[in-house]
T-cell receptor, first 111, second 115 residues
Framework: AQSVTQLDSHVSVSEGTPVLLRCNYS??????LFWYVQHPNKGLQLLLKYTSAATLVKGINGFEAEFKKSETSFHLTKPSAHMSDAAEYFCVVSDGDKIIFGKGTRLHILP | EADIYQTPRYLVIGTGKKITLECSQT?????MYWYQQDPGMELHLIHY???????EKGDLSSESTVSRIRTEHFPLTLESARPSHTSQYLC??????????????FGPGTRLTVL
């Protein structure tokens, strides 16, 4: 059965420092993996997705994620946080016939 | 910015009322979705559609119903609202080979409160 776990419900980093949002998944098939971002009062927006091509995926706004099958992880990183990155981030796994969202990680950026 | 719209954005209504949440997209996407999201929780798929006259129930059981008479329009209806229906409802659309690999485009959501 599919599942997705976002290991931190809240992450706080200082502006200009690296960001790491962690996501682990389980899947019976070859999954597709996504990261979406949700800013306050806005809809979710795709940051990046993995669909069995290159394992290092680059997304918008300087974010990237690496698919690690051996660790069943798809962590989201950014080298240098910006104030505008403050938002809720959702990791999503899909395979077979289901799309499963994580519970989200709220990213706080400290000035 | 995705061209997908939801109205109303906020709705407070009494128990027993019939409500319809509107969702429209101008991108010509064939697939559309409704999700339910409670605070601090994951999104749960409650309905989806592959195209006109196609509707399917999602992974989370819901007392709501949907229709897809036009490509751009995917309204969700609750015949008799109850406090347990209080939640945020998100509409999305996509186009591609499969809903499993498609990028989804989300509306801003409708926050429903049933008193």
């Amino acid at each position: 059965a599919q599942s997705v776990t976002q290991l931190d419900s809240h992450v706080s980093v200082s502006e200009g420092t690296p960001v790491l949002l962690r996501c682990n998944y389980s899947s019976s098939y070859s999954p597709s993996l996504f990261w979406y971002v949700q800013h306050p009062n806005k809809g979710l927006q795709l940051l990046l997705k993995y669909t069995s091509a290159a394992t290092l995926v680059k997304g918008i706004n300087g974010f990237e994620a690496e698919f690690k099958k051996s660790e069943t992880s798809f962590h989201l990183t950014k080298p240098s946080a910006h104030m505008s990155d403050a938002a809720e981030y959702f990791c999503v796994v899909s395979d077979g016939d289901k799309i499963i969202f994580g519970k989200g990680t709220r990213l706080h950026i400290l000035p | 910015e995705a061209d997908i719209y939801q109205t109303p954005r906020y709705l407070v209504i009494g128990t027993g009322k019939k409500i319809t949440l509107e969702c429209s997209q101008t991108m010509g996407h064939d697939k559309m979705y409704w999700y339910q999201q409670d605070p601090g929780m994951e999104l749960h798929l409650i309905h989806y559609s592959y195209g006109v006259n196609s509707t399917e129930k999602g992974d989370l059981s819901s007392e709501s119903t949907v229709s897809r008479i036009r490509t751009e329009h995917f309204p969700l209806t609750l015949e008799s609202a109850r406090p347990s229906h209080t939640s945020q409802y998100l509409c999305a659309s996509s186009v591609g080979i499969s809903r499993i690999t498609d990028t989804q485009y989300f509306g801003p959501g409708t926050r429903l409160t049933v008193l």
